[in-house]
């Protein structure tokens, strides 16, 4: 004979609770783990502005620039209107080899947005790692490290200004 419950399914809901509550806490860490990866990001970003505000006078340094048609938003550019160059600079701040995505193709996709923009400019590719770089990028050319990126940026335009 068949009969109504009218109960509760105690471990039922129990477990849904748990799931719940799981569900919370990943959705809470992964909101608090993407603000800590940005404030990281903020500070290599900063750093590398400060850097750029090495550079002589005939060179525009242009920080977080957005092209909102394009979904781009470039960390760094570096403007020298003499030789129409332009330095398309992201920037990448992490520790112990762990990378999330591949900013170099990343960075080409900014440039492109660039020379689409820039008509008769050459655009230079150049991913700026504070810290130590990453063992899987230090075979690229444009990847520097922050304490490199001044003498990268002059030994390119010493380059271009000589065709000038």
Not at 37 to 42: F, Q, R, S, V
Request: glycine share 6%.
């Amino acid at each position: 004979m068949m009969g109504f419950y009218f109960g509760y399914n105690y471990m039922g809901d129990i477990m849904d609770e748990g799931m719940l509550w799981l569900g919370l806490f990943l959705v809470a860490f992964l909101w608090w783990d993407k603000k800590r990866l940005k404030k990281i990001g903020n500070i290599g970003e900063r750093i590398v502005r400060d850097r750029l505000n090495e550079l002589p006078d005939n060179f525009i340094v242009l920080n977080n620039v957005r092209y909102w048609f394009k979904k781009c938003q470039i960390d760094h550019m570096v403007i020298c209107n003499d030789v129409k160059l332009i330095f398309v600079i992201e920037t990448k701040m992490w520790g112990n080899d762990k990378v999330y995505g591949d900013p170099v193709k990343q960075n080409e996709y900014h440039c492109r947005v660039v020379r689409n923009k820039f008509k008769g400019y050459r655009v230079i590719n150049v991913v700026t790692f504070v810290g130590s770089i990453p063992y899987k990028f230090r075979a690229y050319k444009c990847v520097v490290n922050e304490n490199e990126l001044i003498d990268m940026v002059n030994r390119v335009y010493n380059r271009y200004i000589i065709e000038v």
